[in-house]
């Protein structure tokens, strides 16, 4: 397979990103699907849905609109053995529908707490149990390595709670004709930072590297890198920030001699840009994000004996 197919389908979702966010961003402005503002509400999802309801959960508790936590589907507080911890609405983030941990909870909680589910294949099983269901079936995949639906359930998720992601839309445009440069093709090492809302987007920048590059990613609270994780910074090696930076982060970096990316396009742009480089990097590398090691669409476990 030549370099330039390795990834097709990667490629394909990722550039599609600015038209899917603007269907995404109308589609929630003509809807109110998700839980009302006040309600106290838990997300939960798996892998890059787990990182998108993060995002969520902090930017929907930032704008006022209520308690919101945001769970991995296999560690979620959500049952009888968690006294205090009640919740009233539950939204899952599946692109599949069928992820085993979400399932499960879903077929729990019916009939005691309201579910919603967002969701890229409302033919998923899913269906039969969400109370309520947030058709993104034009943002579903065919790679293994997501992009545009988690991106797109995002700009869902901020749009429903007020916030205007045209910037996004427009700085995401010129992300994905962008080139990548050399010194990103070749780094050692990437690390991620996020503040508020976008320590979730450094996370799933995170994820995504080595999903589809099997490289070595970190990622943290931007706050956070100064106790201890700045040791790994040197020439060679790359500190990417989503969001507002924490005072004197810079000049702290400068003297690393690693590449510090931090600009004012959008966050969720900026992730897009990531998406890029990683589709690239996995290309030189001889690697199918499409097809990545160890990997598959969804998570479907076998039932216990």
């Known amino acids: 397979m030549s370099e330039n197919m390795l990834g097709a389908f990667m490629e394909e979702e990722l550039v599609s990103q600015p038209e899917v966010w603007q269907r995404a961003m109308e589609q929630a402005r003509t809807e109110h699907l998700l839980p009302e503002d006040g309600k106290r509400v838990a997300v939960i999802g798996c892998g890059t849905s787990w990182f998108m309801a993060q995002s969520y959960a902090a930017a929907r508790e930032s704008a006022g609109k209520g308690v919101t936590d945001a769970f991995a589907a296999s560690e979620a507080f ?77 700009v869902y998720m901020l749009t429903s709670l007020g916030i205007d992601v045209q910037q996004a839309i427009d700085d995401a445009c010129g992300a994905v004709a962008a080139p990548v440069s050399r010194q ?78 931090h600009t004012d396009k959008h966050p969720l742009a900026e992730l897009v840009r990531v998406h890029k480089v990683t589709l690239e990097r996995a290309r030189v590398r001889g690697l199918n994000p499409d097809l990545p090691r160890n990997l598959t669409r969804s998570v479907i476990l076998d039932a216990p004996a």
């Open 78 to 154: 959500l049952n009888s053995n968690s006294p205090g911890r009640k919740y009233d609405a539950v939204v899952a983030i599946t692109r599949s529908g069928t992820t085993t941990e979400v399932l499960g909870i879903l077929a729990e909680l019916q009939g005691n707490v309201p579910t919603v589910a967002m969701i890229g294949d409302t033919s998923s099983p899913i269906v039969g149990l969400a109370d309520t269901v947030v058709d993104l079936h034009y943002a579903d995949e065919r790679s293994v390595v997501q992009t545009r639906f988690a991106t797109t359930a995002l």
């Open 184 to 261: 990103l093709l070749d780094a050692e090492q990437f690390t991620f930072l996020g503040t508020g809302w976008t320590v979730g987007l450094a996370h799933e920048a995170g994820l995504k590297m080595r999903e589809a590059v099997q490289g070595w990613t970190e990622s943290y609270p931007a706050m956070e890198y100064r106790h201890g994780p700045i040791s790994i910074a040197a020439p060679g090696r790359v500190t990417w920030l989503f969001g507002a930076q924490p005072e004197g982060l810079d000049s702290d970096m400068a003297v690393t001699g690693a590449l510090y990316i």
